[in-house]
């Protein structure tokens, strides 16, 4: 059952919703981060719809379900939390504010007062007649929740009494027709839950929240300058009226609750209700008590109100309301209806759905302490994690329910320590950067030397008339001329339109092993071959392949032997002179690129050489 959404087009993953969520029913989505709702674990409490600085955070709205049930042809009743009191301070008489919700649609509006009377009595008649077990009041949806999920082995500690808004759907029923549909309006979000769970009499078909009513009071103009004074419709409620306040039920009980003599310990505020829990769950004889917990400030300041600050002035309006009706109260009526309605079975019982998750082994969780800079004797913690304890958040973390950037000083720390190691990088590159700047000027003009340099010596072989190729020591081509692309045929050729000069091409796909293979030889050994003739298809060619850089770099020059020896010779008168009228360049190369220019001139004479061996054959 779904209560709470999260946009996650409006998320900015600040977690807020996780550090306050008491039982981490939102946890962060893998791929994403994304926090995502376990609806299983949710318990209502609304701790998450206040956090969220960008409002991504919602609850399920009956807003609709609402106006369709208005809209048909059954009777609804609307049955309205007391604590309208303190949540509409800007109206001024409470009978108009009922005119306003008859103005809605709604046939009848009844208080929940009056269920909260029945209930009270029902909680009289239960502590007073005490044969040993103590109980947990189960007014509070949230409380009810929390026990069936967390502390499922409590729930046989449960008061078995219906919550005041179910008692007042039966008192309505009973009232006015068993059709009759019942629209709640509360400061309650976890009662949005627990109506999903009751069917019969009890059924609310709509809950809405004091905020979604005050919507519907916008969506259809109704505002109290323009209605007359309206009551309740009866029965009318007493002292269920102080429902609101979180002892206001044990007032209405009239139960003992003096700190010598008293029965019951009244409990309010999140960290208070999770420890009362806790220490129930512990210590039950000791205590020797019954609890009357509520997760909010009773409901002054539940999540359904529109704001929940001034919790005291809140307080006064409640008990001022109470008052003013109790003035012209017809007591007398009244405890006619408790006879009448006090027949009503309003026992109820519950469901044992435990979601605790198994407990991380001890030394895990003390890996995860020790990461986060805690100690595992340490049971104190800041809160801001959203956890009692560091042992308890690192417990969550070991569970998978959260992450150890939740807690604020480990991620203080982190990026206290990386804007350090930043902060000692940019010293070491300003320091570089001095350093480079102070050289940016010679290596750009020595870079241009160089190129141009570069530029001529790759001019020189692509001009020679012999396939020349140079590789690396993976054999792939760092530079070939137009003959040696002649010599491979027309696939290289093809290749070569698209990679000029075959360019990183791999030396094993364009010639056959035993070519390819004496380059391998000469990277590995270093010593040179010259002269070899080998067969490559239908043509002898007589290769010669150089180290110019030890198990690095090796050139080689491929001459067909079936080209006339006219044009041999005339190939090493060129080559010759081309050498002569270069010889200056080449030093000069040789002075800027060492020992590749060297040997490349190197190479170049060693091809002068081979083709006068070849000439004199």
Wanted: net charge neutral; charged share 30%; with cysteine.
């Amino acid at each position: 059952m779904e209560t709470i959404r999260i946009d996650h087009d409006r998320c900015n993953k600040s977690y807020a919703c996780i550090r306050a969520c008491p039982v981490k029913a939102i946890t962060t989505r893998n791929k994403d981060g994304m926090p995502v709702v376990n609806h299983a674990r949710c318990i209502g409490c609304g701790s998450c719809l206040s956090v969220c600085a960008v409002d991504a955070v919602s609850h399920y709205s009956d807003v609709d379900t609402c106006i369709n049930l208005l809209k048909s042809d059954d009777q609804v009743a609307a049955i309205v939390d007391p604590t309208i009191s303190g949540e509409f301070p800007d109206i001024t008489d409470y009978r108009k504010f009922v005119e306003m919700i008859r103005r809605l649609g709604f046939d009848y509006v009844n208080e929940v007062s009056f269920g909260v009377d029945l209930v009270a009595s029902k909680y009289h008649d239960l502590l007073s007649n005490f044969k040993g077990k103590h109980y947990l009041l189960a007014n509070c949806p949230t409380l009810v929740s929390y026990i069936e999920k967390f502390y499922p082995e409590l729930t046989e500690n449960l008061a078995p009494i219906e919550i005041p808004m179910t008692a007042t759907a039966k008192v309505v029923r009973a009232a006015y027709g068993k059709k009759l549909k019942v629209v709640f309006f509360g400061p309650c979000l976890s009662a949005k839950h627990d109506a999903q769970l009751i069917d019969g009499d009890g059924k609310v078909d709509a809950v809405l929240t004091f905020s979604e009513l005050r919507a519907l009071f916008r969506k259809f103009e109704i505002k109290e300058s323009k209605v007359e004074y309206s009551d309740f419709d009866p029965p009318i409620g007493y002292l269920g009226s102080m429902y609101p306040i979180s002892n206001g039920i044990i007032y209405a009980a009239d139960i003992d609750e003096s700190v010598l003599n008293g029965k019951v310990i009244t409990v309010e505020s999140k960290n208070n209700f999770m420890d009362a829990v806790e220490e129930f769950s512990k210590h039950p004889e000791k205590l020797k008590k019954h609890f009357n917990i509520f997760y909010h400030s009773g409901c002054l300041t539940g999540p359904g109100t529109t704001d929940r600050s001034n919790q005291f002035l809140r307080r006064a309006l409640v008990t001022k309301y109470v008052h003013k009706r109790l003035k012209k109260f017809d007591k007398k009526q009244w405890q006619l209806d408790i006879e009448k309605y006090g027949k009503l079975d309003l026992n109820r019982s519950y469901i044992k759905d435990d979601q605790r998750l198994p407990e991380p082994d001890p030394d895990s969780v003390e890996e995860i302490l020790k990461s986060l800079g805690k100690r595992l004797e340490e049971s104190a913690s800041c809160n801001a994690c959203g956890f009692r304890s560091c042992n308890d958040f690192a417990r969550s973390i070991s569970q998978g329910l959260s992450k150890p950037e939740m807690c604020l000083n480990y991620s203080l720390s982190s990026k206290q320590e990386y804007i350090k190691t930043l902060k000692n990088n940019n010293d070491k590159l300003r320091k570089q950067l001095d350093k480079t700047v102070e050289k940016d000027k010679e290596l750009h003009e020595a870079h241009q030397k160089i190129k141009q340099r570069s530029e001529t010596t790759s001019a020189l072989l692509k001009n020679l008339p012999s396939a020349a190729v140079i590789v690396d020591e993976k054999l792939k081509v760092i530079e070939s001329n137009e003959s040696f692309i002649k010599v491979l045929g027309e696939d290289a050729a093809m290749i070569n339109e698209v990679i000029p000069g075959l360019m990183g091409a791999d030396l094993k796909t364009l010639l056959p092993y035993n070519i390819y293979n004496l380059f391998n030889y000469v990277l590995e050994k270093g010593e040179n071959i010259v002269g070899k003739d080998v067969m490559h298809e239908d043509r002898l060619l007589n290769v010669s392949i150089y180290s110019l850089k030890p198990n690095k770099i090796v050139g080689g020059v491929f001459r067909d032997m079936y080209v006339a020896e006219v044009r041999q010779e005339e190939i090493i008168n060129r080559v010759g002179e081309v050498i002569d009228e270069n010889l200056k360049m080449v030093q000069q190369i040789a002075f800027s690129l060492g020992e590749g220019a060297s040997n490349t001139e190197r190479m170049l004479n060693s091809i002068i050489e081979t083709y006068k061996k070849t000439g004199k054959k």
